[in-house]
């Protein structure tokens, strides 16, 4: 069962970095795993780290920055193209991020979060930028019910779309199975009604 919510107010990690893609996001070479549960570590790994050595951070990348956290990422537009990976959304997840907030998300990895529990928010362009000026303090909610996300300090709001079923299993904190067994005394009603 995935966690459930319905709104996160949270500082954000401004990752202004266009077409971002599931390579970067988590690279191959960590891909060899089946389970969820690890792959936070390794998250923007080849950004992070020189020469792959987690003894040696890049200071100029936004996760190495210690005055930037929080459970919101927000990425520049086309955040997810590349290859189809689950790992991708895995590692999202996995560091502590459970939302992504972009102007334009490929539509893969879009899916592929939703499908593990990270929510993709859409927003417009004018908008992300607005995001990407505010300071490091600056907090953002995220409220799934009523698809609005809010700057705190000013209350500037904007919509975005959800899948209605997608959202009720975010909501209730199911995958596609949950869901399934939420409803299993209507499928039962529905077969034993049949003719």
Not at 186 to 195: L, M, Q, R, T, V
Request: proline share 4%; net charge negative; aromatic share 12%.
């Amino acid at each position: 069962m995935a966690k459930a919510f319905t709104t996160i107010s949270s500082r954000f990690v401004p990752l202004n970095i266009e077409n971002v893609d599931t390579d970067q996001i988590i690279p191959a070479r960590f891909l060899k795993a089946t389970t969820r549960d690890g792959f936070g570590k390794n998250l923007f790994r080849d950004w992070r780290y020189e020469n792959d050595d987690e003894t040696k951070p890049k200071a100029d990348f936004i996760l190495n920055q210690p005055q930037y956290s929080g459970e919101i990422l927000v990425a520049a537009k086309n955040f997810g193209c590349g290859s189809s990976r689950e790992h991708a959304a895995w590692s999202i997840q996995d560091y502590g991020f459970n939302v992504v907030v972009s102007s334009f998300f490929a539509d893969i990895f879009k899916n592929n979060a939703l499908n593990n529990g990270v929510l993709p928010v859409t927003v417009s362009e004018p908008f992300l930028q607005n995001l990407f000026s505010l300071g490091n303090e600056a907090t953002l909610t995220v409220n799934l019910e009523a698809q609005t996300i809010t700057i705190d300090a000013t209350g500037e709001s904007e919509s975005f779309e959800i899948n209605a079923y997608k959202k009720t299993c975010m909501i209730n904190g199911y995958d596609d199975i949950d869901y399934l067994l939420s409803i299993k005394e209507d499928i039962i009603n529905y077969e034993n009604s049949a003719p």
